[in-house]
């Protein structure tokens, strides 16, 4: 019943419905622009939807960002955000974030959606959510405010242009204002934020002409729009590749640890050492912060261990260890290390 | 030659006014000559970024201008 009046357009049907259930979207930032398009793609029935957003409410959202209240003031937005819309509808499933969307946490963030939602409001998070989501081809529906305009458009959708081919960065250029510094009509980011959220459905339902390859510009105050036309450009598209997959490759350094790394870091007071290799395996590093946690049992171990504590893993030769890592930060821990090739790799240890 | 240029958002600020006609004399011009002097002209410009679009296509500095084209002087917007 809850879907019944979109189902019964032909353009989404039931089977329009079912790839609605089926979709993952990452909303990043949940302020002006990301609170309608929580609150539409969740009432739409979209599947899976994650929200990043590292700030909490102050009196001064409220007089546009519609899901919090004053009740709210001082609570992390992703936190609120994600319980105001599961209460709008229980069929969805939400996953919060409640940190900035960085270059330590980028990579790791998007690889589980299918279509990324730009709500932030700084260029330098837009450039950066621009460069992960080219190098794991994902789409982002973007739109971004100023004063009492608007534009809207959508990146790398089935191999259409990006944000770089539309604004190519140029160095050294002032920080562009955002809604903070410059005041902001509430109704504005609602408008724009329902445009979004438009687009996402569209694509998830493959209906439409999606706004790939062009720029929608909206004035409110002249009640005016014009779509401006832009092209893939192959440098452009190059440049963020390259700046994703070195993302990527940071992100391997930091996470898979060699050996004078990995005996170095083990000295350290506040890390905790596992020693994921099979049971009964004799212990060989010995000290207050290491354990034995065959891997089989670390995912009941684990619950119990601090969260945002730093852990290492290692095994014989980096496999279990991986598969460790992957685990905890499926649980939630943020800084976890593996030894990257083993005990196996290091001189002092070898059998 | 006339040219009509459109100001959309910190551009517009800059050169406060939403659009404007201008007479340009001489030849050819390319996008990146009227750049520079729209730069000499409001020299805050040199400090923002923007794209530009002629007649609602982003083009590359290489472009020539035409007759009454409709040039449009984008930038990015931050805020959400």
């Known amino acids: 019943m809850r879907y019944n009046r979109q189902i019964i357009l032909p353009e989404v049907g039931d089977i329009g419905q079912q790839k609605l259930r089926k979709a993952r979207v990452l909303v990043i930032g949940a302020g002006g622009l990301g609170c309608p398009v929580l609150q539409n793609l969740t009432a739409a029935g979209v599947g899976y939807i994650g929200v990043v957003d590292g700030d909490v409410v102050e009196e001064s959202n409220l007089h546009r960002q519609l899901l919090y209240n004053h009740k709210h003031i001082g609570q992390s937005k992703a936190a609120v955000a994600a319980e105001v819309i599961a209460e709008m509808n229980p069929d969805v499933e939400i996953k919060s974030y409640k940190q900035f969307f960085n270059r330590k946490n980028a990579m790791e963030t998007v690889v589980d959606y299918d279509i990324i939602v730009d709500c932030t409001d700084t260029i330098a998070v837009r450039y950066l959510i621009n460069d992960v989501a080219v190098y794991h081809k994902i789409p982002v529906v973007y739109a971004s405010i100023y004063r009492f305009e608007g534009q809207v458009s959508v990146f790398n959708y089935n191999n259409g242009p990006c944000y770089r081919c539309l604004f190519p960065e140029k160095e050294g250029v002032q920080q562009t204002p955002n809604c903070e510094v410059m005041g902001v009509l509430g109704v504005l980011p609602n408008t724009l934020g329902a445009f979004q959220a438009t687009e996402v459905l569209k694509i998830i339902l493959g209906i439409g002409d999606v706004l790939s390859g062009k720029l929608m510009l909206y004035d409110a105050l002249q009640f005016h729009t014009q779509i401006i036309n832009y092209a893939r450009n192959a440098k452009q598209i190059e440049k963020s590749y390259i700046n994703g997959s070195l993302l990527y490759n940071q992100k391997q350094e930091l996470e898979e640890l060699d050996e004078n790394t990995f005996l170095e870091k083990i000295k350290q007071k506040n890390v905790i050492v596992l020693d994921v290799r099979q049971a009964n395996s004799p212990a060989l590093i010995v000290g207050e912060n290491v354990m034995q946690v065959p891997l089989e049992k670390l995912e009941t171990y684990c619950q119990a261990m601090d969260k945002s504590a730093a852990v290492i893993l290692f095994c014989n030769t980096g496999q279990r260890s991986l598969m460790g890592l992957e685990l905890l930060k499926k649980q939630g821990f943020e800084t976890v290390f593996h030894l990257e090739k083993g005990i196996q790799s290091v001189e002092k240890y070898k059998e | ?80």
């Open chain 2, 1 to 80: 030659m006339i040219i009509n240029t459109k100001y959309f958002g910190l551009i517009a600020d800059i050169t406060n006014k939403k659009e404007e006609k201008l007479q340009l004399d001489g030849g050819k011009m390319s996008v990146a000559s009227l750049k520079l002097l729209m730069e000499n002209n409001y020299p805050d410009l040199k400090k923002t970024t923007y794209s530009i679009a002629v007649n609602q296509t982003m083009v590359e500095e290489e472009t020539f201008l035409n007759e009454q084209d409709i040039i449009a002087f984008l930038p990015p917007f931050a805020g959400g």
